[in-house]
């Protein structure tokens, strides 16, 4: 349900950036997404052309990376992968550990069209 | 200078646009911009916002968060019968659409504020923020901010509180805090609710639920409590009367921007 307000965010961000580089056109929004933050990847995905609809990133396609849970021990130091609804160390089954990865949803890299080089879009 | 003909491009800034920089250029004339932006910042910079303000009067916020029905206004009303004489109470309440809740709070001579959230399925920290503003926070000792009953989205969304407080009632199954791993390992607290119906359910082990809180590397104590017997809510008020107290010594030690004040006091579940 609160994936169309995350859209809401992501596209604002977008649109800044844009904005500031004067760019016509958002082509590719790269998106980082871990299994820990709330955020259901399916989700975004199919909220984003709803939110994208009339913004600069109308036609942009979004690609989520999708980032893997890792905790590091507490006990043992590993730094080990592992499922998001089992924190466990999986070297030796401690649950003393610190969430390293998986809970983020960061906006990671834009692409878009600048206005000179496409030749389109406002220059004042 | 401008952004056409590279005059703007520096000795300083080159490494920024050339090959593999931040903000290359590519021959087709597309820019590729690597951000790296949390997409919560916006709701994270209000939520601090109103931890400050929080802070500011020496209040403790505290967030409850459960599915609809496990019992946190009926926790609030039983904690304000027993506090009220202790502290200053207010609460925040986020529905979808009634004002039923608040009136149940303010019925036991306490300030509610009501959002009502209409369709959205959470309180983020800009209601809250609103809601602030028509609280008497000077003189308070503690707010509850009642989240939307919802074991999926409130999780993500910072509100400015101090600590988290999960509730799982019993007729919702012990496995809760594997199946909702974001909710609960986030909370500071597990309150194992209508503690009354588990000889009937029969199927509900309060250890298995610690342990699989315990498996979110979580070391928030569990507690067991039925509103309605008054079974196991010393414990809860007795860490309640804790926390406002590491609160003001937190408050006392000049730290008012730290969010961190979680102490877990007792690292292994009682339950």
């Not at chain 1, 004067?22 to 955020?39: C, E, F, K, Q, Y």
């Not at chain 2, 979110?216 to 008054?230: I, Q, T």
Request: aromatic content about 4%; glycine content about 8%; overall charge negative.
């Amino acid at each position: 349900m609160h994936e169309l307000q995350i859209c809401q965010a992501l596209l604002g961000e977008v649109a800044a950036l844009a904005g500031a580089r004067n760019a016509s056109r958002v082509t590719d929004i790269h998106v980082g997404v871990g299994p820990l933050s709330g955020v259901e990847a399916d989700l975004l995905r199919n909220a984003f052309p709803i939110a994208a609809a009339g913004t600069a990133a109308n036609s942009a396609r979004l690609h989520l990376r999708l980032i893997p849970v890792r905790v590091r021990c507490e006990e043992c130091g590993a730094e080990t992968s592992v499922q998001a609804n089992r924190l466990l160390c999986g070297r030796c089954d401690n649950w003393q550990t610190t969430l390293i990865g998986g809970d983020e949803l960061v906006l990671e890299r834009v692409e878009m069209q600048r206005s000179d080089g496409a030749g389109a879009g406002g220059r004042d | 200078m401008c952004d056409t003909c590279g005059c703007n491009v520096t000795n300083a800034n080159r490494h920024l646009v050339s090959a593999g920089g931040p903000f290359e250029f590519t021959e087709a004339g597309t820019e590729s911009v690597h951000v790296l932006q949390n997409l919560l910042h916006a709701n994270d910079r209000e939520a601090q916002h109103n931890r400050e303000h929080f802070n500011r009067h020496c209040v403790l916020a505290l967030n409850l968060m459960s599915s609809p029905g496990a019992g946190k206004t009926a926790l609030l009303e039983k904690t304000i019968d027993a506090l009220r004489t202790e502290f200053s109470i207010a609460v925040i309440e986020g529905d979808l659409e009634t004002e039923n809740d608040a009136e149940r709070i303010r019925s036991k001579g306490v300030p509610a504020i009501q959002i009502s959230t209409g369709s959205a399925c959470h309180l983020d920290a800009h209601m809250v923020h609103g809601a602030l503003h028509e609280l008497p926070l000077a003189g308070l000792d503690i707010v509850f901010i009642e989240n939307v009953g919802n074991l999926v989205c409130p999780a993500s969304f910072d509100l400015g509180q101090h600590l988290n407080v999960a509730l799982l009632s019993s007729p919702e199954g012990d496995d809760k805090p594997a199946k909702y791993p974001v909710m609960f390992r986030a909370a500071d607290l597990m309150l194992i609710t209508k503690s009354d119906l588990i000889e009937v359910l029969g199927d509900f082990d309060p250890s298995r639920a610690a342990t699989l809180l315990r498996e979110l590397a979580n070391p928030a104590p569990a507690f067991v409590l039925s509103s309605r017997s008054g079974c196991g809510l010393p414990q809860w008020l007795d860490w309640l009367r804790e926390q406002v107290e590491l609160r003001r010594l937190c408050d006392a030690g000049g730290e008012p921007g730290n969010p961190e004040v979680t102490q877990h006091a007792d690292a292994r579940a009682d339950g």
